[in-house]
């Protein structure tokens, strides 16, 4: 199907929201639009950030998700507790391959699972005391651990445990950082609250602990990276490039970050912000109590990039910004001669995406260096100024929804018939069983980086090699009739 018309994407909507009963269809409509790129406030067509219509198939996660799994987990030096039933801190061990440098079990934890393993006698008769024992024998074990997390499951705040209490006692006994962490995945509509909640507990019991502390040694060049979780290592790709213009990263997190890095932030004179969504809470905080500046970056694709790099270098002085043109010249061979190898393969390809974070918008630049078209997006957690940004990146009369249904997702896969789609895990093999070529957008689909000029080739390579895999052609979804058959059959 070629591009849709304003009136007939307008008519697809219509059309998918027709199996829902009236009060459904009227709620899921305000989160499905036809994007125009000349509205300046996306509140004006489409509603984000409400609660997911009981008995749909939503893709969103829950506070704990957003606090563990996002911004804690990574901090590769803490231990971090999943306080409450096993379950949860299984399934959030180690699936963002949010990647680091350490030695598993010595001085980084990350991949690892600590867990209070709560039963039904924790239920009835609480969890602290069984708290405080764990958190003992963590420092026995694990002595150099430089801080540890208690990353609340819905039980904790069901039964009014008291988790500060023991943090806090913890915390003066063993001289160094507890952080309490309220988290409950009942909380709010999606992870979304929970990366809020984590921001919180990082302001309140990590931030300022350096505060007067002046025997750090400043330079007017010293940034953070702030919101880049290092998924296959792309905060190394990123941070190569901000090192390579003249600037020097002090604080890099969450992403192969520390406990020191995140107190050491408050020293830096630019935050760099990659996640928007998770972490422009503290960059707000800091920008207020500190005085110090933030900055969004999109470090996907060579145009983003030197968008971004030249954003970057204007709060600098001009031994940076000629640092900036000194990096994107550099690399212009090499990202000219990636666009020469992929771009006649990948020319006039259609993109479906449905993902979380930032990639919704970020990603877009990369696929347009490459000659493909990004005819639907959407996010499953986003508030209203995700969109405001999103609005701008997007053709006219292309989809956008908002915390999209399983069912609306393939309904608008199959009137629009993208050439790729790219979401999450849960999404994969279902657009796989149709024959439609996935990439997984969350983790990369196990590689990367796709950060920076190096993670650039990384990303057309990965995008050429589905694509274009012959075992496509191959294949048929099992519920696709074949129209030869009868006439075959006839002729016999």
């Given at each position: 199907?070629?591009?849709?018309?304003?009136?007939?994407?307008?008519?697809?909507?219509?059309?998918?929201?027709?199996?829902?009963?009236?009060?459904?269809?009227?709620?899921?409509?305000?989160?499905?639009?036809v994007?125009?790129?000349?509205?300046?406030?996306?509140?004006?067509?489409i509603?984000?950030?409400?609660?997911?219509?009981?008995?749909?198939?939503?893709?969103?996660?829950?506070?704990?998700?957003?606090?563990?799994?996002?911004?804690?987990?990574?901090?590769?030096?803490?231990?971090?507790?999943?306080?409450?039933?096993?379950?949860?801190?299984?399934?959030?061990?180690?699936?963002?391959?949010?990647?680091?440098?350490?030695?598993?079990?010595?001085?980084?934890?990350?991949?690892?699972?600590?867990?209070?393993?709560?039963?039904?006698?924790?239920?009835?008769?609480?969890?602290?005391?069984?708290?405080?024992?764990?958190?003992?024998?963590?420092?026995t074990?694990?002595?150099?651990?430089?801080?540890?997390?208690?990353?609340?499951?819905?039980p904790?705040?069901?039964?009014?445990?008291?988790?500060?209490?023991?943090?806090?006692?913890?915390?003066?006994?063993?001289?160094?950082?507890?952080?309490?962490?309220?988290?409950?995945?009942?909380?709010?509509?999606?992870q979304?609250l929970?990366?809020?909640?984590?921001?919180?507990?990082?302001?309140?019991?990590?931030?300022?602990?350096?505060?007067?502390?002046?025997?750090?040694?400043?330079?007017?060049?010293?940034?953070?990276?702030?919101?880049?979780?290092?998924?296959?290592?792309?905060?190394w790709?990123?941070?190569?490039?901000?090192?390579?213009?003249?600037?020097?990263?002090?604080a890099?997190?969450?992403?192969?970050?520390?406990?020191?890095?995140?107190?050491?932030?408050?020293?830096?004179?630019l935050?760099?912000?990659?996640?928007?969504r998770?972490?422009?809470?503290?960059?707000?905080?800091?920008?207020?109590?500190?005085?110090?500046?933030?900055?969004?970056?999109?470090?996907?694709?060579?145009?983003k990039i030197?968008?971004?790099?030249?954003?970057?270098?204007?709060?600098?002085?001009?031994?940076i910004?000629?640092?900036?043109?000194?990096?994107?010249?550099?690399?212009?061979?090499?990202?000219?001669?990636?666009?020469?190898?992929?771009?006649?393969r990948?020319?006039?390809?259609?993109v479906?995406?449905?993902?979380?974070?930032?990639r919704?918008?970020?990603?877009?630049?990369?696929?347009?260096?490459?000659?493909?078209?990004?005819?639907?997006?959407?996010?499953?957690?986003?508030?209203?100024?995700?969109?405001d940004?999103?609005?701008?990146?997007?053709?006219?009369a292309?989809?956008?929804y908002?915390?999209?249904?399983?069912?609306?997702?393939?309904?608008?896969?199959?009137?629009?018939?993208?050439?790729?789609?790219?979401?999450?895990?849960?999404?994969?093999?279902?657009?796989q069983?149709?024959?439609?070529?996935?990439?997984?957008?969350?983790?990369?689909?196990?590689?990367?980086?796709?950060?920076?000029?190096?993670g650039?080739?990384?990303?057309?390579?990965?995008?050429?090699?589905?694509?274009n895999?012959?075992?496509?052609?191959?294949?048929?979804?099992?519920w696709?009739?074949?129209?030869?058959?009868?006439?075959?059959?006839?002729?016999?």
């Amino acid at each position: 199907m070629t591009n849709l018309t304003r009136e007939e994407t307008e008519a697809l909507i219509a059309e998918v929201l027709e199996i829902y009963p009236e009060k459904a269809k009227k709620d899921r409509a305000k989160h499905l639009t036809v994007n125009d790129q000349s509205v300046e406030q996306s509140k004006k067509c489409i509603t984000s950030n409400r609660k997911s219509l009981p008995g749909v198939m939503t893709i969103r996660g829950c506070a704990y998700a957003g606090s563990k799994g996002v911004v804690w987990g990574p901090i590769k030096d803490m231990i971090h507790i999943s306080h409450g039933p096993v379950g949860c801190g299984q399934y959030s061990r180690a699936g963002r391959r949010n990647y680091y440098v350490g030695t598993t079990g010595i001085n980084t934890f990350g991949t690892m699972n600590f867990t209070s393993d709560f039963q039904e006698k924790d239920i009835v008769f609480g969890g602290d005391k069984k708290l405080a024992k764990l958190i003992g024998e963590i420092e026995t074990l694990f002595p150099l651990a430089k801080g540890i997390s208690v990353q609340s499951e819905c039980p904790i705040g069901l039964i009014g445990d008291d988790i500060e209490a023991v943090s806090k006692k913890a915390s003066k006994e063993l001289n160094k950082p507890v952080v309490p962490v309220r988290c409950e995945g009942f909380r709010g509509v999606s992870q979304s609250l929970g990366h809020h909640i984590a921001n919180d507990a990082v302001r309140d019991w990590v931030l300022s602990n350096r505060d007067g502390d002046n025997s750090f040694q400043t330079t007017p060049y010293d940034v953070s990276i702030i919101g880049d979780y290092n998924i296959g290592g792309d905060a190394w790709s990123s941070r190569t490039l901000l090192e390579e213009m003249g600037l020097r990263v002090v604080a890099q997190w969450s992403g192969d970050g520390t406990l020191a890095e995140m107190e050491l932030t408050p020293k830096v004179k630019l935050n760099l912000l990659h996640c928007y969504r998770s972490m422009n809470y503290i960059s707000r905080h800091m920008e207020e109590k500190y005085g110090i500046p933030w900055v969004e970056y999109n470090f996907f694709g060579p145009t983003k990039i030197a968008e971004s790099l030249r954003k970057i270098a204007s709060y600098f002085d001009d031994t940076i910004k000629a640092g900036a043109e000194r990096v994107i010249e550099r690399y212009k061979a090499e990202y000219e001669a990636v666009i020469a190898k992929y771009k006649p393969r990948l020319q006039g390809k259609r993109v479906m995406l449905y993902i979380g974070g930032l990639r919704p918008r970020h990603v877009i630049g990369a696929y347009e260096d490459l000659g493909m078209e990004v005819v639907g997006t959407g996010y499953e957690f986003a508030h209203n100024d995700d969109y405001d940004r999103t609005i701008k990146e997007m053709g006219n009369a292309t989809l956008i929804y908002d915390d999209v249904t399983g069912y609306e997702f393939e309904e608008f896969v199959k009137k629009v018939k993208p050439d790729l789609i790219g979401s999450g895990i849960k999404e994969k093999y279902i657009f796989q069983k149709m024959g439609i070529p996935f990439r997984q957008m969350h983790s990369w689909d196990y590689s990367g980086p796709y950060h920076g000029y190096d993670g650039f080739a990384i990303f057309a390579r990965d995008m050429d090699m589905t694509l274009n895999n012959p075992c496509w052609g191959q294949m048929k979804a099992p519920w696709i009739k074949d129209e030869a058959a009868p006439a075959v059959a006839a002729a016999a």
